[in-house]
């Protein structure tokens, strides 16, 4: 059957000038809305004015014995480590410092608290865009790039990489996904209370605290400046002494972007003091959490003052992270794919980074293959000032004190077997005698037994172990105290599995190396416990949490600064009909004695929770029966 022209509304020319007029009409309110719609999260412009130490031309003194600290000064001493020329001096905080610091923020939080999540991200967007109309933080990477090689001594790329990427991809994600992971969530209920709303919420928990190491002194600033910011809460921020010259302009971008905001600078207060101080710091009863970035034996120390106020502590300690790779990757992959990643893991940052390869257990074709490979590609590295020689592959370390140590390491492993084929000492570079370098070093034949093994190094240091199959490639991961890191490189997805599954550690990344880190992931180490006898009869055993315990970054990280609120309420149909929680007559308090009562309950336990809708039913009596008392 055909439709009849005469419906068709091309016989209709009476509608098509309404049509038309509607369409023009709803085309014009679109490209207005579009156009002059105000977006109340736009960025603001501002300016941080830029540190003398990275303008072109730029010579600091030399230091004859480049050290923070200064004899008959409690002053802190900045110097950049990979040449020796001072930086300046910062003035440490003091216990009277810190106790105003402490209030100041706080008046500033219970602002802040009320802020709300699209407020929040209008900060963290103008985080992105300083310094000068329309400019990017990623067009200020040379600048932060600057500062960073100048307080730590690391490359450029390194800086890029481990600095600037992890930050705005940090800023990136809080502002995309911060509100859905912080958002009220429902939780289910159940029979008995059936017309019960249940939520959980994040709540700001007031002024926390975050103490951060010198490896990566832009982004251990700034990150957990961002995830506080956007909870609600206002963060006293203590860095390392080591880095205390760059950080105080990091934290200025911070403070800058809140003031253009309209908010108070007093949410952010840098406080760079000595060890002795800190513990005032850490013991403050004006903390509600604190965030530690560093070592175990500084986290003992850290926890114990904490303690002193119950403050709860997220500890972010170091690794011994293994790369496991296994036999059915070919030549040509493990060449061309595999060996530029892992000197990436082993050599990032000179090798002072937690998550940095410092072990790589290899299959036994696999080991054939990676030995000379990584021979040649070690030797070869080139070592330097990264501010002065673009010919270089690796920068200094933060300082020469732990250059002993390492020495003597290496030389108690080549005694208990292990072959030293490249580096394995500190290196006194000709041209700048007082930069603080280490040679990259390659030992083969490492053992699990050696304490080389055991200890993390944070230095640029590659240890090769041998492992039989993929269940002993386990087992090597698995025999230190550390539980951070992991990389696996496989094609075969049952191997993959056995390590990902098998291997002790809060983070694996398969085929690749840290890229965890880069996509908004939580990140923390895992607990074990692991006792290793040495060829000497030592025994070393690692506790749960070697690598610490809790857990920053992704929706996890956002959460665990929060004060955890759990909500129950009548639903909202509940309430429209006048159902809500209601104490019967037999379980009123004072009125009639046990029998009622227990008969009731007893009724009601099986109404709830009995097999059986004839169970159920008669649970139900029961409940009639007693119900009056």
């Not at 940052?349 to 000379?372: D, H, K, W």
């Not at 700048?432 to 070093?441: A, L």
Request: proline share 6%; aromatic share 8%; charged share 20%.
């Amino acid at each position: 059957m055909e439709l009849s022209s005469s419906f068709l509304p091309t016989e209709l020319p009476w509608l098509e000038i309404p049509i038309v007029i509607i369409c023009a009409l709803l085309a014009y309110v679109t490209l207005v809305f579009v156009l002059f719609r105000e977006d109340t999260e736009a960025p603001i412009d501002y300016t941080v004015p830029l540190p003398e130490q990275c303008k072109p031309g730029w010579k600091g003194k030399t230091l004859e014995e480049p050290s923070i600290k200064i004899p008959g000064s409690s002053a802190i001493q900045c110097y950049n480590p990979a040449n020796g020329q001072s930086l300046g001096q910062v003035n440490p905080a003091t216990p009277d410092g810190i106790d105003r610091a402490v209030v100041k923020a706080t008046e500033a939080q219970q602002e802040w608290a009320r802020t709300t999540f699209s407020q929040r991200r209008k900060v963290l967007r103008t985080m992105l865009k300083y310094v000068g109309a329309a400019a990017h933080i990623l067009d200020n990477q040379e600048t932060i790039a600057t500062l960073a090689c100048l307080d730590s001594g690391k490359t450029k790329v390194d800086a890029m990489l481990g600095e600037i990427l992890v930050t705005v991809e940090k800023l990136q994600w809080t502002i995309r996904h911060g509100e859905e992971a912080l958002k009220p969530s429902r939780r289910p209920t159940n029979f008995l209370l059936m017309y019960k709303h249940n939520e959980v919420r994040w709540e700001p928990l007031g002024v926390l605290a975050a103490c951060v190491s010198w490896n990566y002194p832009f982004h251990n600033a700034v990150s957990p400046i961002i995830s506080t910011l956007f909870t609600g809460s206002a963060l006293l921020l203590k860095p390392s002494e080591q880095t205390a010259f760059s950080t105080s302009y990091f934290v200025s971008i911070a403070r800058s972007a809140l003031s253009a905001c309209g908010h108070s600078t007093n949410l952010i207060q840098p406080l760079t003091c000595w060890p002795n101080t800190a513990n005032h710091l850490t013991s403050h009863p004006g903390i509600s959490h604190i965030t530690f970035i560093g070592s175990r034996p500084v986290a003992h120390a850290i926890c114990a003052s904490a303690a002193k106020s119950l403050t709860p502590v997220c500890v972010e300690l170091g690794g011994k992270d293994p790369a496991v790779v296994l036999d059915d990757l070919s030549a040509y992959e493990l060449e061309h794919r595999v060996l530029p990643i892992l000197m990436k893991g082993i050599f990032v940052s000179s090798g002072q980074n937690c998550i940095g390869i410092e072990r790589v257990i290899a299959a036994p074709a696999a080991y054939t293959t990676l030995l000379p490979l990584l021979q040649t590609r070690i030797k070869n590295l080139r070592v330097g000032c990264p501010l002065e020689d673009d010919a270089i592959d690796m920068g200094a370390c933060i300082s020469s004190a732990r250059f002993p140590h390492l020495e003597s390491l290496i030389r108690s492993a080549v005694i208990d077997g292990a072959e030293l084929l490249a580096g394995g000492t500190r290196y006194s570079h000709p041209k700048y005698p007082k930069g603080h370098y280490f040679t990259p070093t390659l030992l083969a034949k490492i053992t699990p037994d050696m304490a080389i093994a055991q200890e993390e190094l944070f230095a640029p240091i590659c240890l090769l172990m041998r492992a039989s199959t993929t269940a002993h490639a386990v087992e090597l991961a698995n025999s230190t105290s550390y539980a951070l890191g992991t990389s696996v490189f496989s094609h075969k997805k049952e191997h993959i599995e056995r390590c990902v599954s098998g291997i002790r550690a809060g983070m694996v990344a398969v085929n690749d190396f840290g890229a965890f880190y880069a996509t908004g992931m939580p990140f923390g180490g895992a607990p074990c416990t692991t006792t290793t006898t040495s060829k000497h009869g030592q025994q070393s055993s690692g506790g749960a949490g070697g690598s610490g315990y809790g857990r920053f970054g992704g929706a996890e990280g956002l959460r665990a600064l929060c004060n955890l609120k759990s909500v129950c309420r009548d639903a909202w149909w509940a309430e429209a009909v006048g159902v809500g929680t209601r104490i019967p007559g037999c379980l009123d308090y004072g009125r009639g004695g046990q029998g009622g009562k227990v008969g009731f309950l007893k009724g009601m336990f099986e109404l709830g929770y009995a097999e059986g809708v004839g169970r159920r039913l008669r649970g139900l009596g029961s409940m009639a029966r007693w119900r009056d008392g």
